[in-house]
């Protein structure tokens, strides 16, 4: 068993034995273990002189012998070896800054780039341990020094060989480990203008400048000359691109009479352990932005999606169709009594990638939410947004003051929109672990609403027992905050996909829309709710505008080509249901619209191909699949399935496959059913699923559309006399 010590780019250990389980250490102890691991022996003197300098012969030793003890316990007996009074590491430890000295020494320079991760122990600092600390930057110089000389010599052989992206790669592993070396981004700028890349020798140097900034410097004259007179290039993607189309499936319609803009993930400049933090302020202040009527927000999902990426700000312009994009970096200095964080921001305007303004901002934790809004307000006054006194209001809103509580609802919210079993599962933990940390946090409440409602959707949950639940959560947070637009678009979900209260459901989201006028969410069920009440062409284009806020999400790509599909358009919803699976991998309910679209069409080898990785119904779903030819014998397959199921049946799957296999009274029975278990009336068959709310727009119960069962069904549940039938709209195009 190997005991590896991390001491490059932060600290951590690990442990290799049938697994790797990773330990803590405290500070003192950790510094002992890395001492060693480099050093490899030491006398009690020795370390006694690094760790505890102001202490006297018997308290020092002391302490000594609690810090080894409190090694045995967590790295057991082998890890020391003792001779008298010397310190020695076994064999069994490794080092990962040892392993990189030796590949460099050796002249494994492309390994020695791979091993290095990043500054010795950078992060860590131990107070009131002079000659450790001088230790320490000793060693770190050192290494970084072979790191630096490692890559400049791989730069070198690669130019030699003719590959200018592999030297760019290891120039800019220097320049990510040594964010301050004028040099590294130099060298990285030269490269990139050498291959006639302008606009990522821009970018390189519009990071190294805010990595100066955020620390009150600027950049070399020297590195500064080289971008002077950079002339960007003009024409498709840097134009006035008002009624240019997107690539994407359903092309990006943008209203150019309200400004576009992304806040892109903000740089992290510190150790992994403090990433939540960076996340957490570009959350806020994406939030605070997206509550402005006068501003079209791109979604947190959509911005995700250019986290670590080199995009260039034209690339961002022509795939999001945005004016201004909102970029920066966060800082966390440990040095002082009171931590304080450092923002430095900047906007930039898309047209031409010329900066509107730059700066820093810094405050102790404690006052992290001021700086948020410093941040919002900027934007406001450089885009001179007239904003109504609520949004003025919104703008310096404290939803929740404790940081730990807001990196739990936005993880929450990075696996709501997922939209998978294990990700809604985990979704809820997560806004339930945000709330016992802050009972008042409304939106934390709005998320744990709208992950009940979505789970009886994707997973073979009874409905009944998550309504309830979705219902007390949205009451909740309206309660805690009115003004809370995800708690109104949770309780406008709510009451379409179980309520069937079309006038509840728009009420609710028409006033989120108000509170907030660029929720996605809210766009989404709007759209949902003028579908079912007849105004098909208008929720069209309300999907559409939610589609053009947020192109790179699954739950949006998915809701899109789901709404395209009951509408009719079965070209777009294969587009775009298949850019679901391009982005999420394989996800059964794309899949099962797209198979169940074959099979009507008679195509039943492209349905097997689309149905073969569902995996909801269990093993007899390849047998079914098998049977499709004979739709008697593959409906028997089913109630197998039904027979076999070990918890709640699946409504839509099982509903909608009895209605494309003809056997019309089991397709009834299931609809019922589920309607008596949403009522709470009782049935002797659990269903899971998605609402009912769908039934009239559903093109796999046309069959079942001149039953008159079926249409008791729909006046039950007050849907038969608010619209035309979905198979009315889809033949006569009446809107």
Same mark, same amino acid.
């Given at each position: 068993?190997?005991?590896?010590?991390?001491?490059?780019?932060?600290?951590?250990?690990?442990?290799?034995?049938?697994?790797?389980?990773?330990?803590?250490?405290?500070?003192?102890?950790?510094?002992?273990?890395?001492?060693?691991?480099?050093?490899?022996?030491?006398?009690?003197?020795?370390?006694? *002189?690094?760790? +505890?300098?102001?202490?006297?012969?018997?308290?020092?030793?002391?302490?000594?012998?609690?810090?080894?003890?409190?090694?045995?316990?967590?790295?057991?007996?082998?890890?020391?070896?003792?001779?008298?009074?010397?310190?020695?590491?076994?064999?069994?430890?490794?080092?990962?800054?040892?392993?990189?000295?030796? /590949?460099?020494?050796?002249?494994?320079?492309?390994?020695?780039?791979?091993?290095?991760?990043?500054?010795?122990?950078?992060?860590?600092?131990?107070?009131?341990?002079?000659?450790?600390?001088?230790?320490?930057?000793?060693?770190?110089?050192?290494?970084?020094?072979?790191?630096?000389? /490692?890559?400049?010599?791989?730069?070198?052989?690669?130019?030699?060989?003719?590959?200018?992206?592999?030297?760019?790669?290891?120039?800019?592993?220097?320049?990510?480990?040594?964010?301050?070396?004028?040099?590294? @981004?130099?060298?990285?700028?030269?490269?990139?203008?050498?291959?006639?890349?302008?606009?990522?020798?821009?970018?390189?140097?519009?990071?190294?400048?805010?990595?100066?900034?955020?620390?009150?410097?600027?950049?070399?004259?020297?590195?500064?000359?080289?971008?002077?007179?950079?002339?960007?290039?003009?024409? =498709?993607?840097?134009?006035?691109?008002?009624?240019?189309?997107?690539?994407? =499936?359903?092309?990006?319609?943008? !209203?150019?009479?309200?400004?576009?803009?992304?806040?892109? =993930?903000?740089?992290?400049?510190?150790?992994?352990?403090?990433?939540?933090?960076?996340?957490?302020?570009?959350?806020?202040?994406?939030?605070?932005?997206?509550?402005?009527?006068?501003?079209?927000?791109?979604?947190?999902?959509?911005?995700? +999606?250019?986290?670590?990426?080199?995009?260039?700000?034209?690339?961002?312009?022509?795939?999001?169709?945005?004016?201004?994009?909102?970029?920066? /970096?966060?800082?966390?200095?440990?040095?002082?009594?009171?931590?304080?964080?450092?923002?430095?921001?900047?906007?930039?305007?898309?047209?031409?990638?010329? @900066?509107?303004?730059?700066?820093?901002?810094?405050?102790?934790?404690?006052?992290?939410?001021?700086?948020?809004?410093?941040?919002?307000?900027?934007?406001?006054?450089?885009?001179?947004?007239?904003?109504? =006194?609520?949004?003025?209001?919104?703008?310096?809103?404290?939803?929740?003051?404790?940081?730990?509580?807001?990196?739990?609802?936005?993880? *929450?919210?990075?696996?709501?929109?997922?939209?998978?079993?294990?990700?809604?599962?985990?979704?809820?933990?997560?806004?339930?672990?945000?709330?016992?940390?802050?009972?008042?946090?409304?939106?934390?409440?709005?998320?744990?609403?709208?992950?009940? /409602?979505?789970?009886?959707?994707?997973?073979?949950?009874?409905?009944?027992? +998550?309504?309830?639940?979705?219902?007390?959560?949205?009451?909740?947070?309206?309660?805690?905050?009115?003004?809370?637009?995800?708690?109104?678009?949770?309780?406008?979900?709510?009451?379409?996909?179980?309520?069937?209260?079309?006038?509840?459901?728009?009420?609710?989201?028409?006033?989120?829309?108000?509170?907030?006028?660029?929720?996605?969410?809210?766009?989404?069920?709007?759209?949902?709710?003028?579908?079912?009440?007849?105004?098909?062409?208008?929720?069209?284009?309300?999907?559409?505008?939610?589609?053009?806020?947020?192109?790179?999400?699954?739950?949006?790509?998915?809701?899109?080509?789901?709404?395209?599909?009951?509408?009719?358009?079965?070209?777009?919803?294969?587009?775009?249901?298949?850019?679901? !699976?391009?982005?999420?991998?394989?996800?059964?309910?794309?899949?099962?619209?797209?198979?169940?679209? @074959?099979?009507?069409?008679? !195509?039943?080898?492209?349905?097997?191909?689309? +149905?073969?990785?569902?995996?909801?119904? *269990?093993?007899?779903?390849?047998?079914?699949?098998?049977?499709?030819?004979?739709?008697?014998?593959?409906?028997?397959?089913?109630?197998?399935?039904?027979?076999?199921?070990?918890?709640?049946?699946?409504?839509?799957?099982?509903?909608?496959?009895?209605?494309?296999?003809?056997?019309?009274?089991?397709?009834?029975?299931?609809?019922?059913?589920?309607?008596?278990?949403?009522?709470?009336?009782?049935?002797?068959?659990?269903?899971?699923?998605?609402?009912?709310?769908?039934?009239?727009?559903?093109?796999?119960?046309?069959?079942?559309?001149?039953?008159?069962?079926?249409?008791?069904?729909?006046?039950?549940?007050?849907?038969? !006399?608010?619209?035309?039938?979905?198979?009315?709209?889809?033949?006569?195009?009446?809107?």
């Amino acid at each position: 068993m190997t005991i590896r010590v991390h001491s490059l780019g932060g600290f951590g250990v690990t442990v290799d034995g049938e697994g790797e389980a990773h330990l803590a250490l405290s500070g003192l102890s950790a510094a002992l273990l890395v001492f060693l691991a480099v050093e490899r022996t030491a006398t009690r003197d020795q370390v006694i *002189g690094l760790l +505890w300098p102001e202490r006297d012969g018997h308290r020092a030793r002391h302490s000594l012998s609690q810090v080894l003890y409190e090694l045995k316990g967590t790295l057991g007996e082998g890890w020391l070896e003792r001779a008298g009074d010397r310190l020695e590491a076994s064999d069994r430890i490794d080092a990962d800054a040892m392993a990189f000295e030796e /590949a460099a020494e050796r002249g494994a320079l492309d390994e020695a780039v791979r091993l290095y991760r990043g500054p010795f122990l950078a992060g860590t600092y131990l107070r009131d341990t002079v000659d450790f600390e001088r230790w320490v930057d000793r060693w770190r110089d050192h290494l970084a020094d072979l790191h630096r000389r /490692a890559c400049r010599e791989v730069a070198e052989r690669r130019l030699d060989r003719g590959d200018r992206a592999g030297a760019i790669a290891a120039i800019r592993r220097w320049a990510e480990s040594e964010p301050f070396a004028a040099e590294a @981004h130099r060298l990285l700028i030269e490269l990139l203008l050498e291959g006639d890349d302008r606009q990522g020798a821009l970018r390189q140097y519009e990071r190294y400048e805010r990595h100066l900034r955020s620390e009150g410097m600027t950049p070399t004259h020297e590195v500064a000359a080289l971008i002077e007179g950079i002339e960007l290039p003009r024409g =498709p993607e840097a134009a006035d691109d008002a009624g240019r189309e997107s690539a994407l =499936p359903l092309p990006i319609r943008v !209203d150019r009479s309200t400004p576009r803009l992304v806040v892109l =993930p903000f740089e992290h400049l510190g150790d992994a352990d403090t990433a939540h933090l960076t996340e957490g302020i570009t959350e806020e202040i994406t939030c605070r932005l997206a509550r402005l009527s006068g501003l079209a927000l791109i979604a947190r999902t959509s911005a995700n +999606w250019y986290r670590g990426a080199s995009s260039s700000v034209a690339q961002i312009r022509r795939e999001l169709g945005v004016d201004y994009v909102l970029e920066g /970096a966060v800082r966390l200095d440990d040095s002082a009594d009171e931590r304080r964080v450092r923002v430095s921001a900047q906007l930039i305007r898309a047209t031409n990638a010329t @900066h509107l303004w730059a700066d820093s901002y810094e405050a102790t934790l404690g006052e992290i939410f001021r700086l948020q809004s410093r941040v919002a307000e900027r934007v406001v006054e450089a885009l001179d947004l007239r904003l109504r =006194p609520s949004e003025r209001q919104a703008l310096e809103r404290q939803e929740t003051r404790d940081p730990d509580a807001r990196e739990l609802y936005v993880r *929450g919210m990075r696996r709501w929109e997922d939209i998978t079993p294990g990700a809604l599962e985990e979704a809820v933990g997560l806004f339930q672990q945000a709330i016992e940390l802050e009972p008042g946090y409304a939106r934390a409440y709005a998320g744990l609403a709208a992950t009940y /409602a979505l789970i009886p959707s994707f997973t073979a949950s009874p409905a009944a027992a +998550w309504l309830a639940k979705a219902d007390a959560a949205a009451r909740r947070a309206i309660a805690i905050d009115p003004a809370c637009a995800e708690a109104h678009s949770a309780a406008g979900m709510i009451a379409f996909l179980f309520g069937w209260d079309m006038k509840g459901a728009e009420g609710h989201l028409r006033r989120a829309l108000e509170i907030a006028a660029s929720d996605v969410r809210a766009h989404v069920f709007l759209a949902y709710v003028q579908c079912a009440t007849g105004r098909t062409a208008e929720a069209f284009e309300t999907m559409r505008r939610a589609y053009a806020l947020d192109p790179f999400s699954v739950s949006t790509n998915f809701h899109v080509g789901f709404q395209a599909w009951q509408g009719g358009d079965r070209d777009l919803a294969a587009r775009q249901l298949r850019l679901v !699976d391009q982005l999420a991998g394989e996800f059964d309910p794309a899949s099962y619209v797209l198979g169940g679209t @074959h099979y009507l069409e008679g !195509d039943l080898t492209a349905t097997r191909q689309e +149905w073969a990785p569902i995996r909801m119904f *269990g093993p007899p779903w390849k047998t079914l699949l098998d049977e499709l030819e004979e739709p008697a014998a593959a409906a028997a397959v089913l109630n197998r399935i039904v027979k076999l199921a070990p918890g709640a049946v699946h409504w839509y799957g099982v509903g909608s496959l009895y209605a494309l296999l003809g056997a019309t009274e089991r397709a009834l029975v299931v609809l019922e059913s589920h309607l008596r278990n949403l009522r709470g009336e009782g049935t002797e068959m659990a269903t899971a699923g998605p609402s009912l709310a769908f039934l009239d727009t559903d093109p796999f119960f046309d069959s079942l559309r001149s039953e008159p069962r079926f249409k008791e069904l729909l006046g039950r549940l007050g849907l038969a !006399d608010i619209r035309l039938t979905g198979v009315e709209s889809r033949l006569t195009g009446r809107t």
